[in-house]
């Protein structure tokens, strides 16, 4: 997991898409059905990239097998302080496949979703144009 890490806090967009699984499942903390295909997925991560403030990874937790982890990390969305969890799984060729984010507190989840609803639809053109 220290390639995705490593890709986030470098912000290398391109990096951590190729860590993606083709068939990967993202569930976000803010919409109720979850985003499956690496597009969608992708877009997803380039625009929380874009809404992050101040983003920091500040623990990491994996099972004995390497398959599932914990990454737990402190950001700012429009001035709202947020402790999330990104719930990773890797398959067999080490790409994630199944991607959950969690956060807390309301108010900051309440951020995170008008910042990235406001962004939606660039998300989804941005899906469309790269599949």
Known sequence: ?????QAVEARDESAIEA???DDVVFTSPVAFKPYPGKPI???ILRGVMRVFEDFRYVREIS???GRDHALVFEATVAGKAITGC???HVNDDGL???FMVMVRP???ATALADAMGAQFERI???AIERS
């Open 1 to 5: 997991m220290q390639a995705f890490r």
């Open 19 to 21: 860590l993606l699984s």
């Open 41 to 43: 997925t992708a877009a």
């Open 63 to 65: 099972d004995s097998n």
């Open 86 to 88: 990104d719930f990773l």
């Open 96 to 98: 994630i496949d199944d």
């Open 106 to 108: 309301l108010s900051g």
């Open 124 to 126: 989804q053109r941005e």
